[in-house]
């Protein structure tokens, strides 16, 4: 049996202590995302080129751009903490370090993971 994101990440979300945030950088065909939105009251893609498909998931709102893109527009728009945050972007050590990076500054502290 292989393991899918979407089956490690559903059972750890479902034991937060808040579920309003959860915010997915790199959703690429949505398969993850559309399983693990509807856990929380609000759930926000990032996505340079989604590619969703038949995983459209009603349960949250896709950007398409560029994650540091989307996460200068966090900074100075939306200012929401996220209680679970699941990075699966560009594979590049300098692109990870920068997403960890600013997905610290949204975690909702003490709670968010």
């Known amino acids: ?11 750890i979300a479902a034991m937060l202590k808040n579920h309003h945030l959860y915010l997915e950088i790199g ?13 929380f009251e609000r759930a926000i893609g990032v996505d340079i080129r989604p590619d969703l498909g038949e995983w459209v998931s009603p349960y949250g709102v896709y950007w398409v751009s560029t994650s ?14 996220a209680d679970f945050i699941f990075i699966d972007a560009n ?14 500054q949204m975690i909702r502290p003490n709670d968010g993971l």
């Open 1 to 11: 049996m292989t393991l899918e994101h979407y089956d490690i990440l559903k059972p």
């Open 27 to 39: 959703v690429s065909d949505g398969a993850t995302f559309s399983r693990v939105a509807p856990l």
């Open 68 to 81: 540091d893109d989307f996460f200068a527009y966090y900074e100075n728009e939306l200012k929401e903490k």
């Open 91 to 104: 594979y590049l050590a300098d692109f990870v370090r920068l997403d960890v990076h600013n997905a610290i």
